[in-house]
């Protein structure tokens, strides 16, 4: 405690006028402490040395920022100012900060700073004041590491977590398409352009469902409905396409129109299926209707328990199957039905009346 210098094995990569912490994060007296000099190759120094005692084999890491930048806006996409800048507590797993100006409707932002330097790093994802809602990534990672026993994320990372929570969300957007269709239905329109054949397809496209064309001008009422969705080599080059009777293909990220336009007024009107776009910032919510946070933690435990506890894995992917029925009978319930429709035969005297 306040030596001036410490001998560690190699004091290679360390420089003065950077930042280290002297011990395992979140645990106590953990601390940081500013380099000042770096001698040979077995010494740090520094001009006020740390607080505590630490005894050998104490990991010292080197950290590129040792405060943290706190920034507030009235709304989501307005003008955030600096209202308070804090050090890093390294002996806890968080950094706190209460705001008691602020408001569950405020929106907030941070980022890591260097107080010698006066770098910092780029801005988190905003935060409404309120905190994460139940279907947040950040919501999601939380619960499936506190039902495994990990809150700290030790044993697994959160970004596996959260892959499989991604991997979760792609299954059930499918099987949703498949059973209850209407939930991912989509309508766009596309402003055709004179001798341009291909278009970019919708943002987060899955699959086309229908698609109309008018060639001439902006009504759907005068648009030809597209009836062959076929490759782009079928027909080449010898078939003679018309408008009357439009057909589509897909290259790739794009689709194609055959004929191609000779009219810049034309329109092509697309109902299609998409996907949730992926859960990335910690606010992200997995765009999927009501419930679907019980399938997604099921799933990600299931994935986590497969290396350690097969039996325990087995008994998360039996859960999975119930909860999706019951998923998808409480989606269909008051839309349509999802089981197959059956149709009974009848013959003989059944098909008259003996009147």
Same mark, same amino acid.
Do not use: C, M
């Given at each position: 405690a306040s030596a001036t210098s410490a001998t560690v094995e190699n004091n290679?990569?360390?420089?003065?006028? +950077?930042? !280290? %912490?002297?011990?395992?994060?979140? #645990?106590?007296?953990?601390?940081?402490?500013?380099?000042?000099?770096?001698?040979?190759?077995?010494?740090?120094?520094?001009?006020?040395?740390?607080?505590?005692?630490?005894?050998?084999? +104490?990991? !010292? %890491?080197?950290?590129?920022?040792? #405060?943290?930048?706190?920034?507030?806006?009235?709304?989501?996409t307005g003008v955030y100012s600096l209202i308070t800048t804090v050090d890093i507590t390294p002996d806890d797993n968080f950094t706190y900060y209460d705001d008691t100006s602020g408001t569950t409707t405020s929106w907030y932002k941070v980022a890591y700073y260097n107080e010698t330097t006066a770098n910092s790093s780029g801005y988190s994802a905003v935060l409404e004041g309120v905190g994460?809602?139940?279907d947040s990534l950040r919501a999601l990672t939380d619960e499936v590491l506190s039902d495994f026993g990990d809150p700290l994320a030790v044993e697994i990372s959160r970004t596996q977590v959260r892959?499989?929570?991604r991997a979760g969300v792609r299954k059930l957007a499918t099987n949703l398409v498949i059973l209850v269709p209407d939930y991912r239905r989509q309508y766009t329109t596309q402003a055709l352009t004179s001798g341009t054949a291909t278009y970019d397809l919708p943002t987060r496209f899955l699959e086309f469902i229908r698609i109309d064309i008018n060639y001439t001008g902006s009504s759907?009422?005068?648009?030809?409905?597209?009836?062959?969705?076929?490759?782009?080599?079928?027909?080449?080059?010898?078939?003679?396409?018309?408008?009357?009777?439009?057909?589509?293909?897909i290259r790739a990220d794009q689709f194609?129109?055959?004929p191609t336009p000779t009219s810049s007024s034309g329109y092509a009107f697309l109902w299609y299926w998409d996907y949730p776009a992926d859960m990335t910032g910690e606010t992200d919510v997995h765009g999927l209707p009501y419930g679907a946070s019980e399938y997604l933690v099921s799933y990600a435990l299931y994935r986590a328990w497969i290396a350690k506890d097969r039996d325990k894995a087995a008994m998360y992917k039996s859960e999975l199957r119930e909860i999706f029925d019951n998923y998808i009978t409480f989606i269909s319930t008051s839309r349509q039905g999802y089981q197959n429709k059956q149709v009974g035969v009848g013959f003989g005297a059944d098909l008259y009346s003996e009147d």
């Open positions: 290679e990569g360390f420089a003065a006028d +950077t930042y !280290v %912490i002297y011990g395992a994060f979140g #645990q106590e007296q953990t601390e940081i402490v500013k380099l000042t000099s770096v001698t040979g190759n077995t010494t740090i120094g520094h001009s006020t040395g740390p607080v505590f005692a630490h005894p050998k084999r +104490t990991p !010292v %890491i080197e950290i590129k920022y040792n #405060q943290i930048k706190v920034y507030r806006s009235a709304t989501e994460y809602t139940v892959r499989w929570l759907a009422t005068d648009a030809k409905k597209v009836e062959y969705f076929e490759s782009e080599a079928v027909g080449q080059p010898d078939t003679a396409y018309t408008t009357e009777a439009p057909r589509v293909f194609g129109l055959r």
